[in-house]
């Protein structure tokens, strides 16, 4: 249960409207015009510290921790540094479109029109991508195949070495950096990130002074800082301590939880300041916590008191949310900003890392309720039964948390990748489902998303005259992956490159490893291990659709090409299409059945398309790896593509989640959909992968129930899947939330690989999730 | 030789509450007995059976005079029209049931053979059950045990549980009301007891036919008397009827509503005080 103190702090998350901020750029800006003719990097790390020394700082009346984004919680910061162009046409639809929407004052808006967008129009990384990507690319766009992420906003989808700087302290850090620093005098990485760890410090310390004044009732120097009335009288008490917390952790290594939470989200929310991206995420928390944890338990702290201050920090995580293009908002709906955490798994040597600290950060989502900070479990075959009895109970609460990942595959993953063993196993979770290395993977996880649905319709319009056999038709499927892939990793390098050349990290890179013993930015290729991570999208489409061709066409003859041809042009419209449809939908196999022979279609192009990304470099030296994952993305790639042989009309979504079936086509119940999805290629899915499972809760009730979950979890482990979760809700509710959001404000589900507020989230998403499968007990 | 077949209606993977785990039910057709109440009317008749749903029907070859459907279900479009019943083989059936192993061994589940009442192919179902063992299989029976076992040695071997219906407890009212024979029943859990078999009660909880006091209690001290210790109390529920309207069959059961929980729990409350340990809706 949350406490007074953290329930009063989660209600006043949602009490106002969200709002877009325009503090970062504005002061960004301010910086930008005096570092005119400075390497970028340290124009870069000189506005990072503008941001750090002026933004307004709040300290509210309830919190433990410090770390404000925003002066309000859950604003939209806007970065105009990274493409001020969205942001100006969509300046009068913030508060009326569909997803994602925030309030914006008219003062606010003049200022953008008038300050902003005419500072940043032809300089951002955004213009610096379109004057470099060849056309060809771009017109490749236009064929809806693909479309390069992160063109206009941060990178991000990265995990910083949080743990390191709890144990070393931002003062080594510091004189490490400066260390290097002086002996490559020439080099700007190196000057940029001392520069950036100095002004850490100095935010620590300007938290502290203000909590210190506060807690002794003087009046806070700090012009940009305000103080809310105390909510209790023990506050100067609470105030002071939490000004010793700060004064030790601005240079010192952490004691205990309270010092390691605080320095934990302080670099959080530095790392924002910098990045202004999605996902940045947090790692594996129950290992770097442990020691820390172990410390404040050694040291006598009350239970109480330990879960009230990690309520305090999963609280915080909620306090960021990301704002997107109205586009973008479509493909990831309902601000999955990635605090993902991870728990469980392996240590380097194979052993079962889970540990108490393990069990109590999955049991936290039962007090906060809410959807971040992105719960993730790592799952192996010698995962002991309490974590997986603890992580079931979790998921039965119906908020989608955690998701399960599955080291039997992941680990096997990373090392055919040239990843050590020991990084490996010591993988983690960035945003929502993207398997990443901890502190030494710079892995542009995010970067494109790829639609071979689109590709097979293209492949198949382009040859009205048919095809020999069925083989020929997938190699023609098979033929326009690989062209539209060559253009895809070309698009995604200019991206990549359009980084390196206007938005080096230097205070996220000095928290990767190996820039600092490189002297390079992760921009510049300075981390250890460097993919570009690409998600093929489709997989349960076109296995169906292929399916249905072989069959109808290439082996029953019961129709020609032509004929389906002009029905899928005209949409099923046609006289006795809709008989064609239904019979496609309903006497042909389709894939989330456990049929072997449409699972393997899926299987063959899946694999396909993987194989052929990893045959490209990419900028910084890393090469191409797939990834399948739709996030909400499979309603807009659904809207690019026309009808399908598998009888999907036109526009319609394709299948949720990456590996899932078509909504509505697995009939066989989830262990059936569970082995078809085993038989795809699971280890080539590097980059991640998605499985969406939802369930009745009566299926789930009781101790029968529970234990039914931690089998079907321990069944998945065998199966070698990368991943799956769950949504637990029923029917109902999730209707009656349709009908009545004033009712269901606090209901939170899965969308996938993040979890959202339910009432937040555009018709089409929620109907996405209405209509997902749902397996009752039988 | 030819192969040993049977007709299946439906082979039905995740079953959560037919003998433990996670399982998987397979449906043989063919019933000797007609409980008024039955869920699984397609199971009745030992013939395949043309079911239709006209909720699906999307009317895609018309009669100009209105009259039904003629499309034959092979050539049904959208599965309105179904064929139910199709032979198939002990090896054919064995290949759909070992998919789900992974399932069944890590939550203590495995295949239940059902009905209709699988007794009446005990040629069958002994050759399939023993099939599931050799690939270590778990297995369960859900069965009235009111017919005579052919051989109750080779069955029990085959067997790991007997999930036996107590229905209608008065001999008379259940001859007369659905066929069953109680003494023959319990005669049969003697030798499956005697045979090493393990058993678990079953009582469908019936309106107006086996949820008085008097049923529930004869039931219990009958099941005590035969020295079986746990009994699944099954609710009555209407999922049934929709299998009524699409075989085009009369159901009684119409519009009686579901028991209370407060009914389900004294029937509960009942067992219980009797010693016996009560799943409801059994797991």
Known sequence: MLTPRTQRIKDALFARPRRISLERALLYRESYLETEGEPVVMRRALAFRRVLERHRIVIDGDDLLVGNRTEEPRSGVVSPEMSPYWILDELDEFPVRPQDTFDVSEEDKRTYREVLYPFWAGRSLNDWYVAHRPDEVGAAEKDRVFAVAQTDKGQGHIIADIGEVLDRGLGALLAEVEERRDAAPENDFLRAGALCVRAVIDYVRRYERIVREASEGRPVADPNAFVAPASTPGRARELARMADVLAHVATEPCRDLYDALQLAWLLCVALQHESNASSISLGRMDQYLLPYYRASVEAGAAEGEMRELLQCFYLKTNTVVFVRSTDSARFFAGFPTGYNLVVGGVDAEGRDAANELSLLLLDLQRDTRLPQPNLSVRLHAGSPDALLRKAAEVIRLGDGLPQCFNDEVNVESFTRRGVTLADARDYAVVGCVELSIPGRMYGLHDICMFNMVRCMELAMRSHPEGFEDFEALVREVEATIDHYVSLMVRGCNVCDEAHRATSPTPLLSVLVHDSLERGADITSGGARYNPSGVQGVGTANLADSLYVVKRAIFEEGALTWAQLLEMLERDWQGAGDEVWRQRFINRYEKYGNDVDEVDRIGRRVLTHYGEEVARYENARGGRFQPGSYTVSAHIPLGAAVGATPDGRRAGEQLADGGLSPMVGRDKSGPTASLLSVSKLENVLDTNGSLLNVKFSPSTLEGEAGLARLVAYLRAFCRLKIQHIQFNVVDRATLLDAQAHPENHRDLVVRVAGYSAMFVELARAIQDDIINRTEHELS | ?283
Request: aromatic share 6%.
């Open chain 2, 1 to 283: 030789m030819k192969p040993i077949a049977a007709t299946i209606t439906n082979v039905q993977r995740f079953s959560l509450h037919d003998g433990g785990g996670i399982r998987t039910v397979v449906f043989l057709k063919g019933c000797p007995f007609r409980c008024p109440w039955c869920c699984n009317p397609e199971n009745l008749s030992s013939e395949p059976e043309i079911s239709f749903k006209e909720r699906l029907c999307i009317r895609c070859s018309p009669r100009p005079d209105g009259g039904p459907c003629q499309t034959r279900p092979e050539d049904c479009p959208t599965g309105a029209k179904e064929l139910l019943g199709r032979s198939r083989t002990v090896d054919d059936l064995l290949a759909e049931v070992v998919r789900d192993r992974s399932f069944y061994e890590e939550s203590d589940g495995g295949v239940t053979v059902s009905g209709g009442e699988c007794l009446l192919r005990q040629d069958f179902l002994c050759a399939f059950l023993e099939a599931c063992h050799e690939e270590g299989i778990s297995t369960a029976v859900e069965t009235t045990l009111a017919v005579p076992l052919a051989d109750a040695g080779r069955l029990v071997a085959a067997c790991d549980a007997f999930l036996v219906d107590f229905k209608i407890a008065d001999r008379a009212r259940s001859l007369e009301a659905t066929g069953i024979d109680p003494e023959v029943r319990d005669a049969n859990v003697r030798s499956v007891l005697s045979a090493g078999g393990r058993v678990v009660a079953r009582m469908p909880i019936i309106p107006g036919f086996t949820d008085d006091a008097a049923c529930v209690d004869s039931n219990v001290s009958r099941i005590r008397e035969l020295g079986v210790t746990r009994v699944d109390v099954l609710p009555f529920h209407q999922l049934g009827q929709g299998k009524y309207d699409s075989l085009g069959r009369a159901y009684g059961l119409r519009d009686v509503p579901q028991l209370s929980e407060r009914d389900v729990a004294e029937v509960v409350a009942r067992c219980e005080a009797a010693g016996l340990r009560t799943v409801v809706r059994g797991e």
